[in-house]
């Protein structure tokens, strides 16, 4: 049974424009959540989170939007950028738990 | 200076043989993970450990055993290794456990076994 799932497994969009990645999770208890960046051959690395407490969380070109009642997040990249061409994960988090769960990614190609 | 770094970066292996693959951290976090990566592209929690002790371990065979002989460090040691068992695995690392922590990922192990 997968809690957190990522119905996209890769998206196009050009150099400039918004890209939009989503992630739902199914299990109530989450209350931390982070996206991860994944280049080949290298491991994630972290790019924003948000807690429940918030509904959104902005980072330079990076947004984070959570709605708790649709169990639903999105990741909002503008402007895109042909180095933002890699695997975004999502990864959702209980508290007074150690267990990080991970979607399946999606992978984001941006053309020039 | 690497924060997280595992080695050996590929290791391509028999079925029957065992192999380990060591984690270490250099970020003064006292919790770590085992994650394995699979052709489905899926990162499935295997272990972690906080302060040196075991605080998750999921169904996995019991032929895969993590140690940790420090904070700084996590190994993952297989026993006869089987076909399955090719996949991608990470440590990670992080600074508590049941807060909200961000990970710290190594750049992950491709094991191969033929």
């Known amino acids: 049974d997968q809690q957190v799932k990522q119905n996209s497994p890769s998206l196009s969009v050009q150099e400039g424009r918004i890209s939009i990645l989503n992630c739902d999770y199914t299990n109530s208890m989450f209350d931390y959540f982070l996206w991860y960046k994944k280049y080949p051959a290298e491991g994630p690395t972290f790019l924003i989170s948000?807690?429940?407490?918030?509904d959104k969380n902005e980072d330079g070109r990076f947004t984070v939007f959570l709605n708790k009642s649709a169990k639903h997040l999105s990741l909002h990249i503008v402007p895109s950028q042909p180095g933002d061409s890699a695997v975004y994960f999502c990864?959702?988090?209980?508290?007074?738990?150690?267990?990080?769960?991970f979607g399946t990614g999606t992978r984001l190609k941006v053309l020039a | 200076d690497t924060a997280v770094s595992q080695t050996p970066k590929y290791l391509v292996t028999q079925m029957g043989n065992d192999k380990s693959i060591k984690c270490e951290q250099n970020l003064g976090h006292d919790t770590m993970y085992w994650y394995k990566q699979d052709s489905k592209k899926f990162l499935k929690i295997m272990f972690s450990y906080n302060n040196k002790e075991l605080i998750i371990n999921e169904t996995v065979p019991n032929r895969f055993s993590p140690k940790s002989p420090d904070k700084a460090h996590l190994n993952l040691h297989i026993n006869s290794l089987e076909l399955g068992d090719s996949a991608v695995y990470f440590c990670a690392s992080s600074q508590g456990g049941v807060g909200k922590n961000i990970q710290y990922f190594g750049a992950g192990t491709r094991l191969s076994v033929l």
């Open positions: 990864a959702a988090k209980a508290s007074g738990t150690y267990k990080y769960i």
């Open positions: 948000i807690s429940s407490i918030k």
